[in-house]
């Protein structure tokens, strides 16, 4: 089992930035890549960015040259540095891991609202 704390999320001018955390506990040594979600009311969840365990990543193209994922295997912690947020960027962000054997984890998800 793998246990995703997600903290960060608030309350942000549009132009402003966040930083999101997620620190994962539990069979650790099971994890190959995290990544964040979105889901923003009425609509479907979404993939932000996911990063592998070797750190290549990938990201949404609506938030290509925003938002960096990033990670500290040491820490098992994954991030979301969001720069020039926007009013479409609000939605709950969710924390996902994928286990080698092909299991995901989520976490309880943090809100990020900006305003414009």
């Known amino acids: 089992q793998v246990q995703l704390v997600e903290s960060g999320g608030g309350l942000v001018q549009a132009g402003g930035s966040l930083r999101l955390s997620c620190a994962a506990s539990?069979?650790?040594?099971?994890?190959?890549?995290m990544g964040w979600y979105r889901q923003a009311p009425g609509k479907q969840r979404e993939m932000v960015a996911r990063?592998?365990?070797?750190?290549?990543?990938n990201y949404a193209d609506s938030v290509k040259g925003r938002f960096t994922i990033s990670r500290d295997n040491a820490k098992n912690t994954v991030y979301l540095q969001m720069n020039s947020l926007k009013p479409e960027d609000t939605a709950v962000y969710y924390c996902?891991?994928?286990?080698?054997?092909?299991?995901?984890?989520w976490g309880q998800g943090t809100q990020v609202t900006v305003s414009s």
């Open positions: 539990g069979t650790i040594f099971g994890i190959n890549a």
């Open positions: 996902n891991a994928g286990t080698f054997s092909h299991r995901d984890y």
């Open positions: 990063i592998s365990r070797s750190g290549d990543t």
